[in-house]
């Protein structure tokens, strides 16, 4: 009896040190910057230089070429500024919040396959409607992350501030469900419009995060 409870005892020493031990916040940031700097190689690859100067087409599409890989890296380089603002807040790292994170990178490593899906299909809705769903999931992904570090560190942010934290994210979330619904929904008549908007709209969006969360600290600092 004795036996079995002290390799019952070892077996969940075990299991603590590699299921249950603490991940450090340096080790996560390194994850997060490592992967972001391959999916912006990878987008990026996805482009094709014209085989000629002097061919119109060719230059139409390159050009379309670059302006989705601008909205791309947008989308990349403006979450990434937020995951780091978020962490540079966090006190700890838990493993609920390391599979958040992983769960938020699955989606946003898919946005340079989606990409050249847009690239290689420019005149179909579909491929541009999966780049916003994606855009979209990747943006509910940071969301749960900040929802996250609101509720397991108790540094990050306090009182009232919280709860208005966690308000506005359920706000701009579900507008964004409805914008992209309603997008669709004229697509069906207006196909055109649904490329343009769906391209256009993870940029706008994270555009405006930029601002508003500079605005939020300007005031913060006051």
């Not at 992209?180 to 969006?205: D, G, Y």
Request: proline share 3%; with cysteine; hydrophobic share 50%.
């Amino acid at each position: 009896m004795n036996r079995a409870k002290s390799a019952y005892r070892r077996l969940g020493r075990i299991h603590k040190v590699y299921h249950g031990g603490r991940i450090s916040k340096d080790r996560l940031i390194g994850l997060i910057d490592g992967a972001t700097a391959i999916i912006i190689t990878l987008m990026v690859l996805e482009i094709k230089l014209p085989e000629s100067a002097k061919d119109l087409t060719q230059l139409q599409g390159f050009g379309f070429a670059i302006l989705i890989y601008f909205a791309s890296f947008v989308i990349v380089g403006i979450q990434w500024n937020r995951h780091h603002h978020i962490l540079d807040k966090v006190e700890k790292i838990t493993n609920s919040f390391i599979w958040k994170n992983m769960i938020y990178m699955f989606f946003l490593s898919l946005l340079p396959l989606f990409m050249r899906w847009v690239l290689s299909s420019p005149s179909e809705v579909l491929p541009a409607f999966c780049y916003a769903l994606i855009y979209l999931l990747t943006d509910l992904g940071m969301r749960w992350i900040t929802a996250s570090a609101l509720g397991e560190n108790t540094g990050f942010f306090h009182g009232e501030n919280r709860k208005s934290q966690r308000n506005y994210h359920l706000v701009r979330t579900g507008s964004m469900i409805i914008w992209i619904a309603i997008i669709s929904l004229v697509s069906i008549f207006l196909p055109q419009v649904e490329i343009f908007f769906l391209i256009v709209l993870p940029v706008a969006t994270s555009l405006f995060t930029v601002f508003e969360d500079e605005k939020e600290e300007n005031e913060n600092v006051r």
